[in-house]
DNA sequence: GATTCTATGGTTAGGGA
DNA sequence: GTCCCTAACCATAGAAT
């Protein structure tokens, strides 16, 4: 820079600020980048300084949503969820063993249909498989979330526990289900 | 307070601190309670400011949950859940029309072997199959992270766009994959 | 354990680019 | 939209309560 046209910036320090809706719109959104980036840093901050587990999720005015998680948001949420949907040490017996065979190596680390070989793949194909995936996330997530509102609603009155068997069917089905040798 | 027995507080000012896991435990544990008062502070800053919906989630290294929401924690995750997938018109032409066989309504709503009659099952079931639920939700998400997770690892220079027809063929063996009539 | 205290280090509002 | 800039405001380390 010149040194003759250094002008002498303005500086317009920090100002005060009551915490109410930002009627501006740029300033709404210049302040909602640079809080949000400072939200983010401080999350992340918190989860090294005191090997805590944090999940951030923003959506702003517009709808887009941005987050942050460590070790992942999903990590973090499906903790949460997972805390959430009560105790499961109430369970009768009968449900308890079918939980150990859900909860068995066998149905997680049995290779699936989606274990395929990214590095064989093109660009395109690289970023068309991540958009299916999260297809399949959307699906999976929305049909166990109608379920479950569903299972809310449903009064927990019924004692019939026989009936149980059915799951043990069911996972016979999904363990030989997604067995598909992709090409 | 006594004003002979006014002592000069020796004042401790804040001092730099590099940000890594805090060893002593009980400064983790006060640093902890601090920052996460701080970060739900910012976070609501953040949605009153901007009109943004926050939430956030912390485990405490011994487990405990604790969360912010505005307008509340479960509004945020369902948004977010349901809102996943990213933009789509960035796409190359080709995927984009594999996206449209994606987005086509024979695929997500054609009824999957886990649309059962909820209201046949007695308490247990409904337990079982919420766990079970969740337990699906983990295998995709978790896939489809560590399939992301590679993806944004392999440089995107391959130009093969032709490639992509795996994934017609991927699609047409999902349409006819999940048809299990349960019981 | 949580809260209070103080002096710093850190954050960020309003400009400008 | 993002980045820099400054100065005023704010969060917080360490110690004590």
Request: proline letters at 5%; a negative charge.
């Amino acid at each position: 820079m010149n040194p003759v046209e250094v002008k002498k910036r303005i500086c317009n320090g920090r100002k005060k600020i009551d915490i109410k809706l930002i009627e501006k719109e740029e300033n709404r959104q210049v302040c909602f980048s640079k809080r949000r980036k400072g939200l983010f840093k401080k999350a992340s901050e918190l989860s090294t300084l005191c090997g805590a587990e944090v999940a951030v999720i923003v959506f702003s005015l517009t709808g887009k949503p941005y987050c942050f998680g460590h070790p992942s948001v999903d990590h973090v949420l499906h903790r949460f969820l997972n805390n959430v949907s009560g105790p499961s040490d109430t369970l009768s017996p009968a449900t308890t063993n079918c939980l150990e065979l859900i909860n068995d190596d066998q149905l997680v680390q049995k290779p699936f249909w989606w274990d395929v070989e990214l590095h064989s793949m093109g660009d395109d194909e690289l970023r068309l498989y991540e958009k299916f995936l999260l297809e399949q996330q959307t699906v999976v997530t929305e049909a166990s979330e109608a379920a479950m509102e569903q299972i809310d609603a449903v009064p927990h009155t019924n004692p019939e526990v026989g009936e149980a068997d059915y799951f043990l069917w069911l996972l016979q089905e999904i363990k030989d289900l997604p067995d598909i040798d992709p090409i």
